[in-house]
T-cell receptor, first 115, second 115 residues
Framework: AQTVTQSQPEMSVQEAETVTLSCTYD???????LFWYKQPPSRQMILVIR??????QNATENRFSVNFQKAAKSFSLKISDSQLGDAAMYFC????????????FGAGTILRVKS | KAGVTQTPRYLIKTRGQQVTLSCSPI?????VSWYQQTPGQGLQFLFE???????NKGNFPGRFSGRQFSNSRSEMNVSTLELGDSALYLC??????????????FGSGTQLSVL
């Protein structure tokens, strides 16, 4: 079974600084997707960024970028120029293409942004 | 375009009762999946429906069931409620549920409290 591990229960960052959230996963599959979701206090899950396993290029979305290391099964999220609105719970998630929309989530990392 | 709508937002039930939660996907989306979120177990996949058929199922007891209607709206039912069923139940919709090049859009969830 696939597993996703987020080893940082909580992280803090100063406004305008950069922070990196860690994620590792375990799978024997070769075709899969990886995601970072943000869950603010409103509880709605918001997609931050997505990475296809077959793509070597790291995905970027504005201030958000990933460092995808397929051999090491590592998928970290870098948030640049942190803003107060970035404060939330961040979940790393894995999806095997064969199983449709079944996401396997990590335990989450609480990100606090200090002004 | 309206987002994923879950009703009700909050629900309080007592042990032994049953409950039905509703999820209306984004217009045109045919795949609906359900997740349970608890502080202890995190986010866990319950099941996924596509074109009125259950396509994937997580490791939950038979007390948890669901269905999908011809308009893609989905309901989730939990019978004989237990205290441990207290959780945030999230649903997500996507166009075709193939996983490939698809984005999952989540609703705001239904917070179920079992007393």
């Amino acid at each position: 079974a696939q597993t996703v591990t987020q080893s940082q229960p909580e992280m803090s960052v100063q406004e305008a600084e950069t922070v990196t959230l860690s994620c590792t996963y375990d799978t024997s599959e070769s075709d899969y997707y990886l995601f970072w979701y943000k869950q603010p206090p409103s509880r709605q899950m918001i997609l931050v960024i997505r990475q296809e396993a077959y793509k070597q290029q790291n995905a970027t979305e504005n201030r958000f970028s990933v460092n995808f290391q397929k051999a090491a099964k590592s998928f970290s999220l870098k948030i640049s120029d942190s803003q107060l609105g970035d404060a939330a719970m961040y979940f790393c998630a894995y999806m095997n293409v064969e199983y449709g929309n079944k996401l396997v989530f990590g335990a989450g990392t609480i990100l606090r942004v200090k002004s | 375009k309206a987002g994923v709508t879950q009703t009700p937002r909050y629900l309080i039930k007592t042990r032994g009762q049953q409950v039905t939660l509703s999820c209306s996907p984004i217009s045109g989306h045919r795949s609906v999946s359900w997740y349970q979120q608890t502080p202890g177990q995190g986010l866990q996949f319950l099941f996924e429906y596509f074109s009125e058929t259950q396509r994937n199922k997580g490791n939950f007891p038979g007390r948890f069931s669901g269905r999908q209607f011809s308009n893609s709206r989905s309901e989730m039912n939990v019978s004989t409620l237990e205290l441990g069923d207290s959780a945030l139940y999230l649903c997500a919709s996507s166009l075709a549920g193939t996983g490939k090049n698809e984005k999952l859009f989540f609703g705001s969830g239904t917070q179920l409290s079992v007393l």
